[in-house]
Each structure stands twice: as C-alpha cells, then as structure tokens.
T-cell receptor, first 112, second 116 residues
Framework: QQQVKQSPQSLIVQKGGISIINCAYE??????FPWYQQFPGKGPALLIA?????SEKKEGRFTISFNKSAKQFSLHIMDSQPGDSATYFC???????????FGSGTQLTVLP | DAGVIQSPRHEVTEMGQEVTLRCKPI?????LFWYRQTMMRGLELLIY????????DSGMPEDRFSAKMPNASFSTLKIQPSEPRDSAVYFC??????????????FGPGTRLTVL
C-alpha cells in the first residue's frame, strides 16, 4: 500500500513538445504529492507539489493533474526544453512527518 | 544558506571496512531524512529524525546500518561492516519552516559510496 507506481521509465520528446509522466498510488491516506527533478550528480529538487483538495496546479510550464477517485496524478511539461532533460520522480506522503515514498523515476530527454 | 551539506562526496572502501557519512542540514530545519538511491531500488527512505530524535528507522536495511543526530546541525549514517551491495548514492534531506515551505524536503548533493 506504500507503493507509488510511475511510468514511463524513459521518455524522449522534441523541443517544444509536451512531456507527460504518470503516477498511481494505493494508499488513500496520502495527502501530499510532490514531483522532484534530478540532474546527474545532483540531489533531487522539488519541482511542484499538489494536495488532493485540488485537481490541478500550474507553475509556469509545469502542471500537475490530480485524479483522486482514480488515485492517479501526472506531470505535464509544456513547451519542453533541452534544459528539462533530467530524471523526474513523483512521490507521496502523509501526516505531519512527510516521509516521502518515491516512484521509480522517469528519465526525460528533450531533443533540440 | 548553503543548503544541505554532505561529506564526503565520494567514498571508495573495501568490504568489511567501516563507513561514516555526514550531513549538515539547513539551519532551522527540524526534520532530517537519510535516503539511499540505487538503479534497482530507486530512492528509499532509510531513517528520519524529528528534533534530533529518530522517529522511524524501518527502512534501515540491516543492523550494520546505524544513524545518529547528536545535535540539530549534524547527523551521521554509519555502515559497519560495509558490503559491496551497500554501494549506492546516499542522500540526506532536511525539512523545516524556513520561507514557509514546511512540506518541502531539501536534498543534499549526495555521497556516492563504492564498496569493493
């Protein structure tokens, strides 16, 4: 019940295209869903996060869509740029401790 | 702020040796997390501390692993004795009320451990 399943494992997109990464969870107690971005040799960094009381959150070119009934959430990167090439992790947590359960990661490559 | 600081950045050791990884969280943060990242298992939470007290160590793989947080500005993760399967990147992260971003975990640059 603690798992967060992420797909696809890898994604190649042309510059200017839309990148979409999907995640699904089982534990309905999760109440915080962040996306982290990781560049090679660096630690993950928070990109955007959502709580289940809203269905969508947008920050610049990045949007999270959240479907509570389906227990799914996704990251959309609009106008993808080569600088967006990185590994993206979805995660989920619950309670005040905010222990993160991570998805398996998606390696995004944006071609120039 | 300098962010979360980890040392060493790289560690190469031989099987059976003791390894100590160090972390300095962001000043003012009261929660600290240790993660391990491998290709096979992804990012796994090993242990987390709140106000220097270990709250959940259920992710620590074996008794060979131990973690301490003697004060609010320092934590260690020790592996004794180390084994080749411990080879991974170990991340430390901290969380607190700075800038009102209480839910965000800030990750350090990681320590890449290689056990030969």
């Amino acid at each position: 019940q603690q798992q967060v399943k992420q797909s696809p494992q890898s994604l190649i997109v042309q510059k200017g295209g839309i990148s979409i990464i999907n995640c699904a969870y089982e534990n309905t107690a999760f109440d915080y869903f962040p996306w982290y971005q990781q560049f090679p040799g660096k630690g993950p960094a928070l990109l955007i996060a959502i709580r289940p009381d809203v269905s969508e959150k947008k920050e610049g070119r990045f949007t999270i869509s959240f479907n509570k009934s389906a227990k799914q959430f996704s990251l959309h990167i609009m106008d993808s740029q080569p600088g967006d090439s990185a590994t993206y992790f979805c995660a989920a947590s619950r309670g005040s401790a905010r222990q993160l359960t991570f998805g398996s990661g998606t390696q995004l490559t944006v071609l120039p | 702020d300098a962010g979360v600081i980890q040392s060493p950045r790289h560690e190469v050791t031989e099987m059976g040796q003791e390894v100590t990884l160090r972390c300095k969280p962001i000043s003012g943060h009261n929660s600290l997390f240790w993660y391990r990242q491998t290709m096979m298992r992804g990012l796994e939470l090993l242990i987390y501390f709140n106000n220097n007290v270990p709250i959940d160590d259920s992710g620590m793989p074996e008794d060979r692993f131990s973690a301490k947080m003697p004060n609010a500005s320092f934590s260690t993760l020790k592996i004794q004795p180390s084994e080749p399967r411990d080879s991974a990147v170990y991340f430390c992260a901290s969380r607190g009320w700075t800038s009102g971003r209480r839910d965000e975990q800030f990750f350090g640059p990681g320590t890449r451990l290689t056990v030969l």
